[in-house]
T-cell receptor, first 111, second 115 residues
Framework: AQTVTQSQPEMSVQEAETVTLSCTYD???????LFWYKQPPSRQMILVIR??????QNATENRFSVNFQKAAKSFSLKISDSQLGDAAMYFC????????FGKGTRLHILP | DVKVTQSSRYLVKRTGEKVFLECVQD?????MFWYRQDPGLGLRLIYF???????EKGDIPEGYSVSREKKERFSLILESASTNQTSMYLC??????????????FGAGTRLSVL
């Protein structure tokens, strides 16, 4: 069975600094998608970035980028130039037939 | 923009009550999902639906049922609410593309308290 593990329940970063959130997953499939979702205090889930497993190039969306290591089954999220509005719960998710979420990492931004 | 609307942000119900959580999406998406979110457990899939009148059990369907009579509306039903169903409930929808492309759009959530 597939699993998604986020080993950091909470993290803090100084405003304007860079932070990396880790995510590992376990699967025997070769074709799948990976996502990072952000959940701010408003509770709405927002898609941050996604990665197709067949693409070797790491996805990038403005200040957000991923380090996708398929062989290691690792999918970390890097946030550059952290802003106060980045404070939220971040969920890593894996999708093949169904979608599986990690337990989340709460990110605090220190002014 | 895709909009997924959950009818209530907060609900308080009593044990044994029948509870309906409604979710509506306005983008003609085929697939809709119900999750519950609990601290330390993340998001867990309760039920999902591929199309009208179709439903599939997720990881934790016990104590829940769903209804999808119209494409835009997916209802989660707690037949007899229990205190262990106190949780945040999130609805999501996505378009079936056939290419595997998958972006789920989430509603704002319903915080249900069962007393």
């Amino acid at each position: 069975a597939q699993t998604v593990t986020q080993s950091q329940p909470e993290m803090s970063v100084q405003e304007a600094e860079t932070v990396t959130l880790s995510c590992t997953y376990d699967t025997s499939e070769s074709d799948y998608y990976l996502f990072w979702y952000k959940q701010p205090p408003s509770r709405q889930m927002i898609l941050v970035i996604r990665q197709e497993a067949y693409k070797q190039q790491n996805a990038t969306e403005n200040r957000f980028s991923v380090n996708f290591q398929k062989a290691a089954k690792s999918f970390s999220l890097k946030i550059s130039d952290s802003q106060l509005g980045d404070a939220a719960m971040y969920f890593c998710a894996y999708r093949s037939a169904g979608i599986i979420f990690g337990k989340g990492t709460r990110l605090h931004i220190l002014p | 923009d895709v909009k997924v609307t959950q009818s209530s942000r907060y609900l308080v119900k009593r044990t044994g009550e029948k509870v309906f959580l409604e979710c509506v999406q306005d983008m003609d998406h085929e697939n809709m999902f119900w999750y519950r979110q609990d601290p330390g457990l993340g998001l867990r899939l309760i039920y999902f639906s591929y199309d009208v009148k179709m439903k599939e059990k997720g990881d934790i369907p016990e104590g829940y049922s769903v209804s999808r009579e119209k494409k835009e509306r997916f209802s989660l039903i707690l037949e007899s609410a229990s205190t262990n169903q106190t949780s945040m409930y999130l609805c999501a929808s996505k378009k079936f593309t056939g290419t595997g492309e998958d972006i789920q759009y989430f509603g704002a959530g319903t915080r249900l308290s069962v007393l």
